[in-house]
């Protein structure tokens, strides 16, 4: 059986030179993408 759980879901890539460590506020430019995305993800009706 194939589920359809994933019909809705996109890819967000963030540009980042330090990677992970962008998380840690080594790249402001990092944390403010984050913020972003994860504010449009919580704004999101289920």
């Known amino acids: ?3 359809n759980d994933f019909c809705t879901s ?8 330090a990677g ?3 998380l ?3 790249e402001q430019s990092y944390l403010a993408e984050v ?4 504010s449009e993800l919580l704004a ?3």
Not at 10 to 17: D, G, I
Not at 35 to 38: I, N, P, S, T
Request: charged share 20%; no cysteine; glycine share 8%.
């Open 35 to 38: 913020d972003e995305h994860l």
């Open 20 to 22: 992970h460590l962008g």
């Open 1 to 3: 059986m194939i589920r």
């Open 10 to 17: 996109e890819l967000r890539v963030l540009l980042s030179v």
């Open 24 to 26: 840690f506020g080594f």
């Open 44 to 46: 999101t009706p289920v």
